[in-house]
Each structure stands twice: as structure tokens, then as C-alpha cells.
């Protein structure tokens, strides 16, 4: 996956300005349950998703194995299916 993408750059917004993650810390491989995020800190990452992006994620589209990349993809499938 692009690093580019808008999806991906929604993610590492949300991640940057939401949970205050330096950017530099963050690649489309890691995992969010290696950036920190437990189950409690996942839900507020789906929920902060969908306030900034108007879609949900599935429960399999956030897990603590899920890279970054993966959740891009998620809210990329999420969004068609919305539109």
C-alpha cells in the first residue's frame, strides 16, 4: 500500500493528532497493537475513525494484528460498501 494514500494518511492523522504518536514511529507494517493500542484504545481508534471518516469498521478490520496498511484497506472496503 501506498504510503500516500488517504486512507492510510486518515489513519496516521487520527494516530498522530487523536492518540499524540510521533509520526516518525509509524509505517504502513506496524501493527497496532505494536504502536500501543489494547482493546479499549482500538475502539476509540474505530471510533475516532468513523467521526473523522463518516464510515465504520468491521470488528476484522481492527485488530491488534491489523498493520496500518491493513486498517487503510478496511476503511477503503468500508467506504465503498457506504457509497
Known amino acids: 500500500m501506498s504510503e500516500h494514500s488517504e486512507s492510510y494518511d486518515t489513519v496516521v492523522s487520527v494516530l498522530v493528532g487523536k492518540f499524540q504518536f510521533v ?7 506496524v ?7 489494547d482493546s479499549l484504545g482500538r475502539a476509540e481508534f474505530a471510533l475516532c475513525l ?4 463518516g464510515v ?4 476484522d478490520g481492527l485488530t491488534g494484528e491489523s498493520t496500518l ?3 487503510a484497506r478496511a476503511l477503503d472496503a468500508a467506504r465503498a460498501v457506504a457509497s
Open 50 to 53: 468513523r467521526q473523522e471518516t
Open 31 to 37: 501493527t497496532v497493537e505494536e504502536v500501543g493500542l
Open 69 to 71: 496498511a491493513d486498517v
Open 56 to 59: 465504520a469498521l468491521d470488528e
Open 23 to 29: 509520526r516518525d514511529d509509524l509505517s504502513p507494517e
